[in-house]
């Protein structure tokens, strides 16, 4: 039977803590009781440095319900993508499967099952994906989606409306945790991974209690950090403006050699105008180029895998484990 982890981060939650602990709790026993998961399964809270009383409070669930309870404690706030990085890769050696999920209960625990069922089917990736956005405000329901298409056009590939509620297998997880780099930005991250995945829909509900811990700040910070650790395109954007401006000042020097020769310009206006549409374009030229430079160094220092073997077929080794 899977042993399934369900990983929590947990930043100023004592507001959800209990009631994040009964629902999942619930979703534990469920599930063993219909079988489909191991009854060690358990629950993963990791407090990222939290200022409240967030960390007692995971505690004294961990008292009530010894086995079904984890936590992990971090020395202090790493933010929401290291805090979860640093529960699955915790939580890898203790179980089969993991679920991550946040602490405040908008993402629908009911599908926990239904990720289960197609992990069972044979995927090692389940993304839950939101239906509606109907719940968030009008300004981060655009701004989300402004961001996912941003991102799509950079070609970093996401899954649309999926944040990170996902079911990683343990190999996934295995596989996630050598993708080495410093910014992390889990959703361009786990696409990269491979193998079989799925999808499963919910819609996403309000916070039970408390309010965001992702304020307007942070949120910008995540768009930023997804599209600069995933992609080069801003630099060839540059090595493509410089090349566009070097053709317009051909065309203007065209204009001007004619307005020179017909005669109708003031002194000097000539070899400035030329001047400054030749060398604006040049110099941008060879930003991009340098720059194009600087994003292989970049692409190269994050020693990502380069692949994932998922089977081998061989005649001297025909066994599998
Ligand atoms: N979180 C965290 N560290 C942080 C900020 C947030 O671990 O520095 C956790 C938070 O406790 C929650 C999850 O990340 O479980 C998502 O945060 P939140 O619900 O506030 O974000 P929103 O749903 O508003 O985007
Ligand atoms: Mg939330």
Redesign the pocket.
């Known amino acids: 039977m899977d042993k399934l982890a369900i990983v929590?981060?947990?930043?100023?939650?004592e507001e959800v803590l209990h009631i994040a602990t009964e629902a999942l709790v619930g979703v534990l026993d469920d599930l063993a009781s219909k079988g489909k998961i191991a009854k060690e399964s358990f629950i993963l809270f990791?407090n990222?440095?939290s200022k409240d009383r967030t960390w007692e409070l995971i505690e004294e669930e961990h008292k009530a319900h010894p086995i079904q309870v984890r936590g992990v404690k971090l020395a202090g706030?790493?933010?929401?993508q290291y805090?979860?990085t640093a529960g699955l890769i915790t939580a890898k050696d203790m179980c089969d499967v993991t679920v991550s999920i946040?602490?405040?209960l908008?993402d629908d625990v009911a599908v926990i099952e239904e990720m289960i069922d197609k992990f069972h089917a044979g995927n090692d990736i389940v993304y839950g994906v939101r239906k509606e956005r109907k719940t968030d405000t009008f300004f981060?329901r655009t701004t989300a989606q402004g961001f996912y298409k941003l991102m799509d056009k950079m070609g970093v590939k996401t899954v649309y409306n999926h944040?990170?509620f996902r079911l990683m297998s343990r190999r996934a997880v295995e596989e996630f945790s050598k993708y080495e780099e410093t910014n992390l930005f889990l959703r361009g991250m786990v696409p990269l991974i491979g193998y079989q995945t799925d999808c499963v829909y919910y819609d996403r509900k309000e916070?039970v209690a408390?309010?965001?811990?992702?304020p307007l700040k942070?949120?910008l910070a995540l768009a930023f950090n997804g599209i600069s650790s995933f992609s080069v395109k801003p630099i060839s954007m540059i090595l493509g403006l410089g090349i566009a401006i070097v053709i317009i000042s051909i065309l203007a020097a065209i204009y001007a050699f004619i307005s020179y020769f017909t005669g109708h310009v003031v002194q000097g206006w000539t070899s400035l105008i030329l001047s400054i549409w030749f060398f604006g374009g040049l110099q941008l030229l060879a930003i991009g180029l340098v720059g194009q430079y600087i994003g292989k160094i970049y692409m190269e220092v994050k020693h990502r895998p380069r692949y994932n073997i998922e089977k081998i077929l061989s005649t001297e080794d025909d066994k599998e484990d």
Do not use: I
């Open positions: 929590v981060p947990c930043y100023n939650e990791v990222d440095g706030n790493v933010g929401h805090a979860l946040d602490a405040d908008q981060k944040a990170d916070r408390g309010e965001s811990k992702y942070k949120m």
